[in-house]
């Protein structure tokens, strides 16, 4: 802090883009106390003053922050300096109306935010619950929009979580915080069992028996929030206990960001995928450039999904399909996903169909591939048929995965969202051609088995080899 103030005008200009003006306002003031305790008197003014500076700055340029979690947090920042600088009313009176505005244009109805990021709601309680607690401190009501987002927010926690506690890799969720998850959830009172469907954040959670199952049946953000949006419509994560089977990819971490743009296509996502494209298009410069890391994805234009619990049998059914890959294939893919009520058997049909469709012209869709990205922790193995595997699971548990696909293989993927960074796993895919075929179905089954296996832990970190390029 005090090397800033000294080497201020040295400072790059990044440094001044609002979000990082807003995150280091509420770290000063956060961490103040342990700074200044054996500081003299002339650095407590230098700090005030620069610390008044950069609300100001920040009260000015609010409004140019990225849209999303950067604007929120700027808000909150001037909000945290009115609060915690003394004689400062007319600042939390001028802001707490913009702040709440903005804070209920961003938790959505179901506690989602926005940008359908499940880890921008951890990063969003970490600063809204000392935020409320400051309110109270200066013997101030904090705002109803306020408490009502925290309470919103916390079930959504939970709906987010896997058995195995972690949150579900979509549309740019990284590593799960663990500390910083249990810090929030340690203010969750109520400790409900999550909703089944997220219909505003476009979610299904699928609890049966100890199997769980997390689908992504939504639109994509508006435009200004896709820059860590995933093409990972119709997408699903799953756990049995707290083992979990199938992931997606995940967004890496910052250091490792020569992989992000690849986290961000379909086939890093436990879906199909047509000619290893993404059913949405990433936006670029022109016609012969490269889509940057953030670029703003487009599409797909009609995605429609549905969560059912009066199936056949009682099963619990997911369906949605997508135009994803009409425009570019004259192709149309839905999935339906049946959950046998004890949760031991996952039923599911990927269909693609050119009925009803103009191809375009001199294209023919070529192949298709319906991608499983294990879990690090799950063993693989292929049966003697070809057309189906045993899933090993860390807790003993075996599973069988059986396609009528016209190839099943067992290949290298790699899981993205690790604190260590990118990490060796497998993927099982079912492949084949859908030439000139009017429709295509692809049906799996993966069913729970008898069989018990010795349980084994999860992967050391040891015998997992970092992935430290894409390129390689």
């Known amino acids: 802090m005090h090397d800033f103030i000294r080497l201020r005008r040295q400072i790059p200009p990044l440094a001044w883009q609002p979000e990082i003006v807003a995150r280091r306002v509420i770290s000063w003031l956060s961490n103040s106390v342990l700074v200044l305790a054996a500081d003299e008197p002339e650095a407590y003014e230098s700090f005030l003053k620069e610390l008044t500076a950069q609300l100001r700055y920040l009260s000015a340029g609010y409004r140019d922050a990225p849209d999303g979690v950067p604007r929120l947090l700027s808000l909150m920042a001037l909000l945290y300096g009115g609060l915690c600088i003394a004689d400062q009313k007319p600042v939390v009176d001028r802001y707490t109306k913009p702040f709440c ?8 109805p179901d506690g989602g935010h926005i940008s359908r990021n499940p880890e921008a709601l951890i990063e969003l309680l970490l600063d809204l619950l000392p935020l409320r607690q400051c309110f109270v401190a200066r013997d101030r009501t904090p705002p109803k929009e306020l408490t009502d987002a925290v309470d919103r927010i916390m079930p959504m926690l939970r709906f987010f979580r896997l058995g195995d506690g972690s949150m579900a890799r979509f549309n740019g ?9 249990a810090t929030v959830r340690a203010y969750d009172d109520i400790e ?11 979610y299904v959670r699928v609890e049966a028996g100890s199997t769980l199952i997390l689908c992504d049946l939504g639109p994509p953000p508006v435009a200004s929030l896709t820059r860590d949006a995933h093409a990972g419509f119709l997408s699903f994560e799953m756990s049995s206990g707290d083992a979990p089977i199938i992931i997606n990819c995940g967004a890496p971490t910052p250091e490792f960001e020569e992989w992000r743009l690849f986290s961000r296509t379909t086939p890093a996502h436990s879906t199909l995928s047509l000619e290893d494209d993404s059913l949405a298009e990433f936006e670029v410069a022109n016609e012969d450039a490269e889509p940057e890391p953030d670029a703003t994805l487009i599409g797909p234009l009609n995605p429609q999904g549905a969560f059912s619990d009066q199936g056949e049998g009682g099963n619990l059914r997911i369906k949605g399909s997508h135009d ?5 294939y004259g192709v149309s893919h839905a999935r339906q996903i049946l959950i046998a009520p004890d949760g031991n058997l996952i039923s599911s049909e990927d269909k693609l169909s050119t009925r009803g469709l103009k191809s375009p012209e001199g294209l ?7 991608r499983f990205h294990l879990h690090p922790s799950v ?16 807790n003993g548990e075996t599973w069988r ?10 290949e290298e993927s790699v899981l993205l969202a690790d604190p260590r960074g990118p990490q060796v796993t497998s993927q099982i895919v079912l492949s084949g051609m859908m030439g000139e075929a009017r429709e295509v179905r692809i049906v799996w089954n993966l069913e729970k088995t008898g069989e018990e296996a010795a349980p084994h832990p999860l992967v050391d970190p040891n015998d997992t080899p970092d992935i430290r390029s894409n390129d390689s």
Request: hydrophobic share 40%; no cysteine.
């Open 101 to 108: 505005r903005e804070l209920d244009r961003q938790i959505l």
């Open 173 to 181: 969720a990284g590593p799960t915080p663990t500390d910083a998850l």
């Open 192 to 202: 409900g069992a999550p909703v089944r469907s997220a219909a505003n954040s476009g």
């Open 324 to 328: 994803g890959y009409v425009e570019r």
């Open 364 to 370: 023919i869709a070529g192949s298709y591939a319906v």
């Open 379 to 394: 063993k693989a193995q292929t049966m003697g048929d070809g057309m189906s595997a045993v899933l090993v699971l860390r």
């Open 401 to 410: 995965l059986s396609a009528n696909a016209e190839e099943m293989t067992i």
